[in-house]
């Protein structure tokens, strides 16, 4: 990851069996994170992102039936959290601890992706990469 700039940049990550985020450079502001479809276990090193515009900048995380999701609450990413395959039985319990944690943003509600629909998303975002 050394090859990253240090200003803005799109990360599109996704699928690719990654398990540890550490490495992530913390003085680049990411306007997407895509970490989707990725075995991470420990997502503590999202709170150390140091450059994170909260109103546009995007982390994009898998629903796993084990995943701690405190430290993605902590993170700066308070509207820019995306989960994907979140089963609708959990979505109230994300929603909660997500309104808990940012009481500043209680107006906004967390937005729930299904697989399909975040595939087709991707879709759009790589396409826009290439024309930037």
Do not use: C
Not at 91 to 102: G, I
């Amino acid at each position: 990851m050394s090859a990253l700039g240090t200003d803005v940049e799109g990360l599109l990550l996704d699928q690719n069996r990654i398990t540890d985020i550490s490495g992530l450079p913390a003085g680049i502001e990411y306007k997407v994170l895509a970490l989707q479809g990725n075995p991470i276990a420990d997502y503590t090193p999202l709170t150390s992102l140091q450059k994170v515009n909260s109103s546009q900048d995007r982390v994009i995380i898998s629903y796993t039936e084990d995943l701690d999701y405190s430290a993605i609450m902590e993170s700066s990413y308070t509207k820019g959290l995306w989960f994907v395959g979140v089963p609708v039985e959990q979505q109230a319990n994300y929603s909660k601890a997500f309104e808990e944690k940012h009481k500043e943003a209680s107006y906004m509600q967390l937005p729930f992706w299904s697989e399909e629909e975040m595939k087709e998303k991707m879709e759009e975002i790589r396409e826009l990469n290439k024309k930037n």
